[in-house]
């Protein structure tokens, strides 16, 4: 299971968010480029990070700085934020991303995703969904996390037939280090067999990464648990592999 090591930007800076909360941040660097090479050199294959303020507003806001951490990282990056049209893409694919993960957008405008996942490829798209268990059901949530999209996860990773990697975030996890939802994880591999899924929301000790490795995700999300110092980044891949 690969683990991907968090960096959440808001203002440049790098921060945590407490369930989605933009007033419950909390930031641990002013230096994102530096955590990037901490990353690479504690062994990350990948790092995942996030404009927040690209989320909120549901336009990229930090994209300057995401192509500049793209020309000097020595691993791949995932990056997400605000993603809306083809040239956002490009750009960033031309900058040296790895991946760029699709959203609320995946949620609301299946259409166009699509249309992405055709031109860049399905290695090149993560279609990434935040839920709420809602009557035992994982319900979409968008923009952000302030809205729903009313829709659950299984009917919109339906109209994915191309996709090849998904992302999912037990939003009542996020950011609180209460465990993951396992047995969430554990049902997505199973009814979604085609889609390598990161597991997003609650790590927060080893263990909980090697009862993740067991469900069969193929990763596994890891921010405020590192940033914390929990455990490190090197225990953390140990734990994964």
């Given at each position: 299971?690969?683990?991907?090591?968090?960096?959440?930007?808001?203002?440049?800076?790098?921060?945590?968010?407490?369930?989605?909360?933009?007033?419950?941040?909390?930031?641990?660097?002013?230096?994102?480029?530096?955590?990037?090479?901490?990353?690479?050199?504690?062994g990350?294959?990948?790092?995942?990070?996030?404009?927040?303020?690209?989320?909120?507003?549901?336009?990229?806001?930090?994209?300057?700085?995401?192509?500049?951490?793209?020309?000097?990282?020595?691993?791949?990056?995932?990056?997400?934020?605000?993603?809306?049209?083809?040239?956002?893409?490009?750009?960033?694919?031309?900058?040296?991303?790895?991946?760029?993960?699709?959203?609320?957008?995946?949620?609301?405008?299946?259409?166009?995703?699509?249309?992405?996942?055709?031109?860049?490829?399905?290695?090149r798209?993560?279609?990434?969904?935040?839920?709420?268990?809602?009557?035992?059901?994982?319900?979409?949530?968008?923009?952000?996390?302030?809205?729903?999209?009313?829709?659950?996860?299984?009917?919109?990773?339906?109209?994915?037939?191309?996709?090849?990697?998904?992302?999912?975030?037990?939003?009542?996890?996020?950011?609180?280090?209460?465990?993951?939802?396992?047995?969430?994880?554990?049902?997505?591999v199973?009814?979604?067999?085609?889609?390598?899924?990161?597991?997003?929301?609650?790590?927060?000790?080893?263990?909980?990464?090697?009862?993740?490795?067991?469900?069969?995700?193929?990763?596994?999300?890891?921010?405020?648990?590192?940033?914390?110092q929990?455990?490190?980044?090197?225990?953390?891949?140990?734990a994964?592999?």
């Amino acid at each position: 299971m690969l683990i991907y090591p968090a960096i959440d930007l808001m203002g440049g800076r790098c921060v945590r968010l407490a369930q989605g909360r933009f007033d419950d941040a909390k930031t641990y660097s002013d230096d994102p480029a530096e955590a990037l090479d901490a990353f690479a050199e504690a062994g990350a294959e990948w790092t995942h990070i996030v404009d927040l303020d690209g989320a909120r507003e549901r336009s990229p806001r930090q994209h300057d700085l995401i192509e500049a951490l793209a020309g000097g990282a020595t691993q791949k990056l995932q990056v997400a934020g605000g993603f809306r049209d083809r040239d956002q893409l490009a750009r960033m694919f031309d900058a040296g991303v790895g991946r760029v993960v699709i959203g609320s957008l995946a949620a609301n405008e299946p259409e166009r995703t699509a249309a992405f996942i055709e031109e860049f490829g399905g290695d090149r798209i993560t279609l990434a969904f935040d839920v709420r268990i809602v009557d035992g059901v994982p319900e979409i949530a968008t923009a952000g996390w302030t809205e729903s999209s009313g829709r659950s996860l299984w009917d919109v990773a339906a109209l994915y037939p191309e996709a090849r990697h998904i992302l999912v975030t037990d939003i009542s996890r996020d950011g609180m280090m209460t465990g993951p939802n396992v047995e969430l994880m554990a049902e997505i591999v199973q009814r979604l067999p085609s889609l390598a899924l990161q597991a997003s929301g609650g790590v927060a000790t080893l263990d909980d990464l090697q009862t993740l490795k067991t469900t069969g995700a193929a990763g596994a999300i890891v921010g405020k648990a590192i940033w914390e110092q929990r455990f490190s980044l090197e225990e953390a891949i140990r734990a994964g592999g």
